[in-house]
């Protein structure tokens, strides 16, 4: 047993001590009593031994002697064999799991603003919204003109038979001409306000034959003629509508030679000749604002 401890004492002891020392190392243990194997525990006192050995061997701390070199090598060392070749570099690893999110940091500064993008399409055109109330009233408007301001009117008749003929016939009779736009004297009627106006006539045909024509400023618009039948009283009438300025003149004549003034009116039969404003050329008012 003492033999095969020292045997193990000596590998160990090997790499760093001189082959000289090693010698006289075993031969002082081999010399030691053979009671160190009596102890009580044997491993125990190998172990005591051990330590004793080692710490003998060992600087005894920061305080020893350093500075000579120290040349011995581990076991490793004097027991390894060559080197060996490198190995291969290993396949790279898999990506590892995505990490928690981080805690959310401040609230930065507000960025400038970006440029202005195009416009849109336009939408299509929404439903229509309920009714509104009803707006205040607006304020009253100025007092526009009225064609009931405009008046020209006249109806006259004859009190007895056509004297003369190719000159205006001369009605006598009024039933109306309040604006007095129609002259006794001259025959006609003159125009002042303009405009377009109406013009009739009923005439009662007597005792021979009856041609008459509507004139305007001395030229024949239109002619009625009757030819009369013995003991027969006839009648002729016409109208016509006109646009007439101011200062135009309309009148009845009877046209061509005294055969043909049978125009007749007596107590019981008139002839009549009449006139009134459509309505007026009034100039169209500038747009109020």
């Known amino acids: 047993m003492n033999l095969l401890w020292n045997l193990l004492f000596g590998i160990l ?3 760093q001590l001189g082959q000289g020392q090693i010698e006289d190392l075993l031969e002082e243990k081999l010399k030691e009593p053979v009671e160190n194997e009596a102890t009580e525990n044997g491993e125990d006192a190998l172990t005591e031994v051990t330590e004793e050995e080692v710490e003998v061997e060992e600087p005894e701390g920061p305080g020893a002697d350093v500075s000579q070199p120290d040349d011995r090598q581990p076991c490793g060392m004097w027991m390894g064999g060559v080197p060996g070749t490198p190995g291969h570099s290993g396949q790279p690893g898999r990506d590892g799991k995505d990490g ?27 439903p229509a ?26 109806s006259v008749g004859l009190r007895e038979l056509v004297p003369t003929t190719n000159v205006p016939i001369r009605f006598n009779k009024f039933f109306y001409n309040d604006q007095h736009h129609y002259d006794d004297v001259s025959g006609k009627f003159l125009c002042v306000l303009p405009g377009v106006y109406f013009f009739t006539y009923h005439l009662t045909v007597y005792t021979k034959d009856a041609k008459v024509s509507l004139y305007k400023n001395d030229k024949a618009i239109m ?15 016409g109208s016509v509508i006109l646009r007439l300025v101011a200062g135009d003149e309309v009148w009845l004549q009877v046209y061509g030679d005294e055969t043909f003034g049978g125009v007749y009116a007596d107590n019981t039969n008139d002839s009549t000749f009449s006139g009134f404003l459509l309505y007026p050329d009034i100039p169209i008012p500038s747009q109020r604002h």
């Open 223 to 237: 002619f009625t003629y009757d030819q009369y039948q013995e003991s027969n009283v006839d009648q002729a009438s």
């Open 129 to 154: 919204g309920p009714r509104g109330f009803p707006g205040n009233p607006g304020l009253k408007g100025a007092r526009g003109e009225s064609a009931l301001s405009y008046q020209s009117a006249f």
């Open 13 to 15: 002891l090997i790499g």
């Open 100 to 126: 928690r999110d981080g805690p959310r940091g401040e609230k930065g500064d507000k960025g400038e603003p970006g440029k202005k993008g195009d416009p849109g399409e336009k939408g299509d055109g929404g």
